[in-house]
């Protein structure tokens, strides 16, 4: 582990435990936490720190509460219409994550996502727009909406569309949820550790993954280590495609955390010679979803799909085609009018071209084109070295 790194895992540490920190930080510090959307929970445990960087802390700190409040808003109203419409319901990600961090605020989040069966999609909708919620975006695997400009992700299922060899396991979600509350439901701990591992691998290779996850998992195995039921475990891991990850991320956070009681969950004991500290290192650079400005944000993409033999150029075209010209079942999600004309989907290939042509977002993209053939090459040996 780098010294520099280091010393963020220990604050982070102490942020998490309430422990007061008197280490010195400094602007670099705040900045590659901030990145990790880990910046705003430092602010009350920091002590004999300069102003300056006290005060940048400080205003993380109260933003995540602001954001912290709207969200939660939104989470009780959405609670409470699908309750009321018998909708049934399961919270992810972190909306689910929220409830057991020491202090709910502390898991910041952008989006609320909610799982729903797909035979409420309609109803949900009309819910939502009802009561002021605005539909921006359609997709085969969620549907999103906004309000108080929160952006709310209602899914008719568990996405798996990256890679086809995880359909068999999350198809399913609703065979693996148990009765919370009314029309609540919450994924089965044992489902929800496999949910959040294939979530961190389809965001390694889609932007980045900041350390942020691996705290995600520290809280959860923390809260959970003793209630898993190894025999589900064992059907779970079995049905898995990428076994070898999940034992890595497991010695990752025996490494990392030696108050976890987790041995008895590593099948694969080869992970232990494995080192820790690039996959941590690669963590913090790309910060959360790829965010932090050292990091190429397709790299990721580019590691997992390039092929040995193709040129930089010739996959780089490849690349931009791919960004456009997405299959019908993805397209049908965005551009409704192709589910009953899906003869029109050359023309729904043009509008998405000149859609993403005129967003400054997409041209601002463009940029993380630009890397370097041996950056490509040392990625794919860490994703190979760590199960992915």
């Given amino acids: 582990m780098t010294k520099n790194y280091q010393q963020l895992i220990d604050v982070i540490n102490h942020s998490v435990h309430q422990q007061a920190y008197h280490q010195k930080l400094n602007d670099n510090d705040f900045m590659t936490l901030r990145y990790n959307q880990l910046s705003g929970i430092c602010y009350p445990i920091l ?72 035979v409420d999609m309609d109803l949900a909708h009309q819910v939502l727009k009802d009561h002021g919620y605005r539909n921006w975006s359609n997709s085969i695997n969620h549907d999103c909406f906004a309000k108080s400009k929160i952006n709310v992700e209602i899914h008719p299922k568990l996405d798996s569309n990256f890679d086809q060899a995880y359909q068999p396991l999350f198809l399913n979600a609703w065979e693996h949820v148990h009765h919370h509350l009314d029309h609540e439901y919450m994924l089965n701990i044992e489902y929800n550790l496999f949910y959040q591992i294939y979530h961190m691998i389809k965001h390694l290779y889609h932007s980045g993954v900041g350390y942020r996850s691996i705290v995600d998992f520290y809280i959860f195995l923390k809260t959970y280590q003793n209630d898993f039921d190894l025999e589900m475990y064992q059907t779970l891991y079995e049905l898995f495609p990428k076994k070898d990850f999940i034992d890595y991320i497991l010695h990752v956070m025996q490494s990392l955390y030696k108050d976890l009681n987790i041995e008895r969950f590593i099948i694969n004991r080869d992970v232990s010679s494995k080192p820790v500290e690039p996959f941590i290192n690669y963590l913090f650079k790309s910060g959360t979803h790829g965010v932090s400005k050292e990091h190429q944000m397709f790299i990721g993409q580019i590691a997992h799909k390039k092929k040995d033999y193709e040129t930089n150029m010739w996959f780089k075209f490849k690349f931009l085609l791919s960004k456009v010209f997405l299959n019908l079942d993805t397209m049908r999600g965005m551009y409704k009018y192709l589910n009953k004309l899906p003869f029109l989907l050359p023309f729904a290939w043009i509008q998405r071209m000149f859609r993403l042509l005129f967003r400054k977002q997409s041209r601002k993209k463009l940029k993380y084109l630009s890397v370097d053939n041996q950056e490509i090459l040392l990625v794919k040996k860490l994703f190979s070295d760590v199960g992915i």
């Fill in 47 to 118: 002590k004999d720190q300069d102003q300056n960087v006290m005060d940048q802390f400080k205003y993380e700190y109260f933003l995540y509460i602001k954001r912290h409040e709207a969200q939660m808003t939104l989470i009780d109203e959405i609670r409470h219409l699908f309750n009321e419409h018998q909708i049934d319901f399961v919270f992810l990600k972190g909306s689910f994550l929220k409830t057991i961090y020491p202090y709910s605020y502390m898991r910041v989040m952008g989006d609320i996502d909610v799982l729903i069966k797909d």
